[in-house]
């Protein structure tokens, strides 16, 4: 199943830098887009998300873009703080054909450097 | 705040066994989920449960798998004769409204058959 797909396996930032994760999908009937970020020993935990109506949303330190024309969307943390650390995965549903199941990526390991 | 709770923490069973992975979402949710990770694969939905019957199932969800919620809080997936491949970290997840809405996760069962 590769409708999410996330290609970088990993990612390394320093502190106060930005960082971007990227995420590209294949479903054009995916609808909401959501990111979740995830611990070892813990579920993941959400963070943000967008409706396929907007092209940006923003929550404090964190924004997620969509680009619905490339199926592609980004979430960008800025500055990047050690405790960011983290697996990131990007995650989208489509409501028409799939009510709330959540198709996820592969997952990005974000470490963000002092 | 409140959260999704799941136990055990960790399950091992003998295959061809019986197990009841048992979850509490979170009290004024009403969409359940269960999804599980295989080592080193993506997070992959199972199921999803509203009034008290399934609305969606994944092609991981055979005849093998069932849930249930016994009680006004515990909500729980049976695995009937587990087989190695079983083996996993199974999320329970809760949400409040079925679209547009963030999924919350449990800490996750990890369950390992030999």
């Known amino acids: 199943d590769q409708q999410v797909k996330q290609n970088s396996p990993s990612l390394s930032v320093q502190e106060g830098r930005i960082s971007i994760l990227n995420c590209d999908y294949t479903n054009s009937m995916f609808d909401y887009f959501l990111w979740y970020k995830k611990y070892p020993a813990e579920g993941p935990t959400f963070l943000i998300s967008?409706?396929?109506?907007?092209d940006k949303n923003e929550d404090g330190r964190f924004t997620v873009f969509l680009n619905k024309s490339a199926k592609h969307l980004s979430l960008h943390i800025v500055p990047s703080q050690p405790g960011d650390s983290a697996v990131y995965f990007c995650?989208?549903?489509?409501?028409?054909?799939?009510?709330?199941?959540?198709?996820f990526g592969e997952g990005t390991q974000l470490t963000v450097n002092p | 705040e409140p959260e999704v709770t799941q136990t055990p923490s960790h399950q091992v069973t003998q295959m061809g066994q019986e197990v009841i992975l048992r979850c509490v979402p979170i009290?004024?949710?009403?969409?359940f989920y269960w999804y599980r990770q295989i080592l080193g694969q993506k997070v992959e939905f199972l199921v999803s449960?509203?009034?008290?019957?399934?609305?969606?199932k994944s092609e991981i969800f055979d005849d093998q798998f069932s849930v249930e919620r016994p009680d006004g809080s515990n909500f729980t997936l049976k695995i009937r004769s587990t087989k190695l491949e079983d083996s996993a970290m199974y999320f329970c997840?809760?949400?409040?409204?079925?679209?547009?809405?963030?999924?919350?996760f449990g800490q996750g069962t990890r369950l390992t058959v030999v």
């Open positions: 995650a989208a549903s489509a409501r028409e054909t799939s009510g709330s199941r959540l198709t």
């Open positions: 449960f509203y009034n008290n019957e399934i609305s969606e």
């Open positions: 009290s004024n949710h009403l969409y």
């Open positions: 967008i409706s396929s109506i907007k």
């Open positions: 997840a809760s949400s409040k409204t079925e679209v547009n809405t963030e999924a919350f």
